[in-house]
């Protein structure tokens, strides 16, 4: 007899750890309920036709063969033969109902845990590195893939389908039955040993994995550093040492899986041939018929299939609640803010005031400390000083990209934290420093903080940040793609579609975070002149290390060690001689050697 081998993982899980995610899980399925009803019903219809299979077969060995009637043996054949083609029948409408199931609960996690993404605030960002967030996106969805879904139905109609088929045993033989359900237990209390070591070690692998992601992201978007200073092998070695560490925990788990499987299937093997010994023995003391123990194993089969697929759904269960678990990491991490008096914002004319305003990334390490400043509306404010001073954390908070550790900040007399969080932005134009642009059209990028722009808009803008004539040149213009991150464009092309785009949103607040910093001499002079007229009755917020580019500014502000040590018009500051007088006369002398 070949050895008889059930195919699964053994691990059972503990009820405290595993009904609070699978209740959470519960909103996903909610909208699906009936497609779900819909499988539940077809699983139970193809019970009875497992359970009559074995009689009818029972029926032709033990009655229809003795008797030689063939007209007995043809109908029994074409009864057979059609509760096959019936159970195929449910079983492929099952099978395509399931999988629709399926698809529709993880595309709805899916979508839920991005938009649930969009809103976690800067600060997770700035805590957690890409892997992070994409391992979860990607790799522990694909975990959950065809397993959360269906696991209450499967489990429920499989462990029915197994009292059902253990009572059909007794029915069949008492002592036999015995025997085999003493099997069942055995595979129970197998898994159950599995279990808090294979869940830990299915987490490993994840966590593994998510370096691997991590480091093979920072490969592909850091590639123009990565050349420029050819560091192609160091980064190939500290990807191949991730992905060895990932190598290393899957060998771990695999092992292990592969142990309590072989272990198991021991079991199941030395179970049935016990089974066939001490029922062979029953047929020669005629305490049963070969019909009988032949309809016996196919209940038994039946038996091994329910509980087998129980155990195949705890273990794949195992390996989602790992996954699951690590996505409600990212769902238990509170959204943005948002004002709960939703309105909009029409200012068009912004006084913002800082008021004994202190700011930590961590606790006890002060990054601001007890700022008050005051920026009048239409003002043109510069914020110079060291780096690491504070000036793009003092900006950062301006949209609230994060909270202030104390004090508050006002916009027109009212705390931003009382605004809405949307309308509020909306009021603020950001130029960073690292300008991000997407793998879409030129048009696309200028575009996509005012979506309803026409495209004579579009190209006004382009043209008053300087970038019409090198967009009018490329063979698509407007409509060229420009790759991942702008790859396919200079760093003083991307800077002046990130203004343009500024410039088309036309907000009342500017923040300019190193705006011309990447651009050669000529096409700075023309950004100047554009954002100087730009930034005309509009509150300005300018962050730049070249003095030269702050002497217009009607206040600035100077920073030190996360404090504002001076502030004032650039000629009183440089009379005063002090902190803002040092650097001015530092960097001329750095320019003029």
């Known amino acids: 007899m070949p050895r008889f081998t ?48 074995p009689l009818l077969i029972k029926h032709l060995i033990d009655v229809v063969v003795p008797s030689g009637s063939q ?95 253990i009572g059909l045993l007794f029915y069949l033989d008492v002592g036999l039955a015995a025997t085999g359900l003493v099997l069942t237990v055995t595979f129970f209390g197998a898994n159950l040993l599995f279990s808090r070591p294979l869940r830990k070690r299915n987490e490993a692998v994840q966590e593994a994995e998510a370096k691997t992601s991590t480091a093979l992201h920072e490969g592909v978007t850091g590639i123009r550093l990565i050349k420029a200073t050819a560091r192609e092998k160091f980064e190939l070695r500290r990807y191949v040492a991730a992905l060895s560490e990932y190598v290393r925990a899957a060998i771990r788990r695999d092992r292990l899986e592969i142990f309590s499987e072989e272990l198991i299937g021991l079991a199941a093997t030395v179970g049935v041939y016990s089974i066939v010994l001490v029922g062979a ?25 329910a509980t087998g697929s129980l155990m195949r759904i705890n273990s794949n269960l195992q390996r989602a609640l790992s996954s699951l678990a690590r996505i409600y990491e990212i769902f238990d991490t509170p959204a943005e803010t948002v004002s709960t008096r939703p309105r909009a914002l029409a200012a068009t004319q912004c006084e913002i005031e800082f008021q004994n305003v202190s700011f930590q990334y961590i606790p006890e390490l002060a990054v601001l400390k007890n700022l008050s400043a005051k920026i009048p509306a239409g003002a043109q404010v510069a914020l110079v000083g060291p780096s690491g001073a504070g000036k793009t954390t003092f900006a950062q908070l301006i949209p609230r990209f994060y909270e202030p550790s104390r004090g508050r900040i006002l916009l027109n007399h009212e705390e931003l934290s009382h605004m809405p969080l949307y309308e509020l932005r909306r009021l603020i134009g950001i ?147 002090g902190f803002y007088a040092f650097l001015f006369e530092t960097q001329f002398k750095k320019a003029s050697s």
């Open 6 to 53: 059930i195919k699964y993982s053994a691990t059972w899980s503990r009820p405290h750890e595993t009904w609070p995610l699978l209740k959470r899980f519960w909103p996903f399925m909610r909208p699906y309920k009936n497609l779900a009803l819909a499988v539940a019903l077809l699983m139970l219809l193809g019970t009875p036709i497992s359970m009559a299979t």
């Open 71 to 165: 007209q007995q043996l043809l109908l029994l054949g074409a009864v057979l033969l059609g509760l096959t083609l019936l159970g195929q029948g449910l079983s492929y409408a099952q099978t395509v109902l399931n999988q629709r199931f399926h698809l529709l609960v993880l595309n709805r996690l899916r979508r839920n845990l991005y938009a649930h993404t969009l809103r976690l605030p800067f600060h997770f960002y700035t805590q957690h590195d890409t892997g992070y967030v994409m391992s979860r996106q990607r790799d522990d969805l694909k975990n959950l893939s065809g397993v959360m879904a269906d696991t209450f139905l499967r489990a429920a109609i499989n462990l029915l389908r197994a009292i059902i088929f």
């Open 281 to 305: 023995y029953r047929i020669m003391n005629g305490a049963t018929t070969f019909g009988n123990l032949f309809a016996f194993f196919m209940y038994l089969s039946n038996v091994f299939g």
């Open 431 to 577: 130029v960073p420093q690292d300008v991000f642009l997407f793998d879409r059209t030129i048009r696309e990028n200028i575009a996509y903080g005012n979506h309803v722009a026409d495209p004579h808009a579009v190209e006004q803008a382009a043209m008053a940040a300087n970038a019409h004539e090198f967009i009018a040149a490329l063979p698509q213009g407007y409509e060229s793609k420009i790759g991942e991150r702008g790859i396919r464009l200079s760093t003083g092309q991307k800077q002046r579609l990130a203004i343009a785009r500024e410039i088309l949103r036309n907000p009342p607040i500017l923040i300019l975070d190193e705006a011309t910093s990447s651009l050669d001499s000529a096409s700075e002079a023309l950004i100047q002149d554009a954002l100087q007229k730009f930034k005309r009755n509009r509150t300005s917020i300018v962050i730049a290390h070249r003095l030269s580019t702050v002497i217009e500014a009607d206040w600035i502000l100077v920073f030190d060690k996360g404090e504002i040590v001076e502030e004032g018009r650039h000629e009183h500051l440089l009379a005063k001689g």
